[in-house]
């Protein structure tokens, strides 16, 4: 009896083999089609975290305040005053603390949405994708009533609205760019090797020391080799938080190159993130 050859029969009808990866146009079509589940999963998660809580989304901004006041205290003490000479401090901390908060928990949650949805990933057919993009909107969604509180802050310490503060929403489009491509391959990483999500945190608070949080990278570098500025100064998280701080406070601006790398950094690490991912698209589930 001559066997059949499934697979050749399967080809010639069309038909793929559960799980297996799509041309990526066709899988972007497919997430664009799906993109309501990523909006409404967000949504789902943040009212599932505030259920349980007493003050419920008063926790969003709360939280981060929290971490910069403490942060801002400690810091405010130790740390060298010819570093935030000339800086409206508490605007400055809090403002460069609530943008970064918008990376680190896009990175972090990012990092877990495929294993920490296993059941999910392995019981329904749809492009993975969607799972930490959902991270990075929900982050987006929590971002807003910061921003509004942060408005608040900026007033209440004499820094007073002005046309710039409209151009924060077009920073903020290429910051979740960036942060959608970075929680992509975190995503992908944590599938390969589960002990990542041990070293994000470590990452996490080495960018925050990295960036510019408690002080000005210009000022503690204005003595140095100019090289070290400009090398400081291609780390795209510091480069979001400078446009928004040089957009709402006085006396902050930004240079060609950190327009430049926020530019191009967000874009390129979202393309990338894209391919990165949906690369190993078939793996997803099965690890």
Do not use: C
């Amino acid at each position: 009896m001559t066997e059949i050859d499934y697979a050749a029969l399967a080809r010639e009808a069309g038909l793929q083999r559960v799980g297996a990866r799509p041309p990526l146009h066709a899988y972007l079509r497919e997430m664009w089609e799906r993109r309501h589940f990523a909006t409404r999963l967000a949504k789902y998660r943040i009212e599932a975290q505030l259920s349980q809580n007493r003050l419920g989304l008063g926790w969003v901004v709360l939280s981060p305040l929290l971490q910069a006041a403490v942060y801002g205290f400690v810091f405010g003490l130790i740390m060298d005053r010819g570093s935030r000479a000339g800086l409206n401090f508490i605007p400055f901390l809090v403002t460069g603390f609530f943008v970064f908060q918008f990376f680190a928990q896009s990175f972090s949650q990012g990092a877990r949405s495929i294993t920490g949805n296993a059941s999910l990933v392995r019981s329904l057919g749809f492009p993975r994708m969607l799972l930490p993009v959902s991270a990075v909107i929900r982050n987006l969604y929590e971002l807003v009533p910061m921003m509004v509180v942060l408005a608040f802050i900026l007033v209440g310490y004499g820094e007073y609205p002005s046309w710039s503060w409209l151009l924060v929403p077009a920073v903020l489009f290429f910051m979740m760019l960036f942060n959608a491509g970075i929680a992509l391959i975190a995503a992908r990483l944590t599938v390969h090797l589960r002990d990542f999500t041990q070293i994000v945190p470590i990452i996490t608070r080495l960018i925050l020391y990295m960036t510019g949080i408690f002080y000005s990278l210009e000022l503690v570098l204005a003595d140095n080799p100019p090289w070290m500025l400009t090398v400081a100064q291609l780390n795209p998280v510091h480069d979001y938080i400078q446009m928004v701080r040089a957009m709402v406070l006085d006396g902050q601006e930004f240079n060609t190159l950190i327009l430049v790398t926020g530019i191009v950094g967000g874009i390129g690490v979202f393309i990338g993130g894209i391919v990165f991912f949906w690369s190993a698209e078939e793996r997803y589930g099965r690890d």
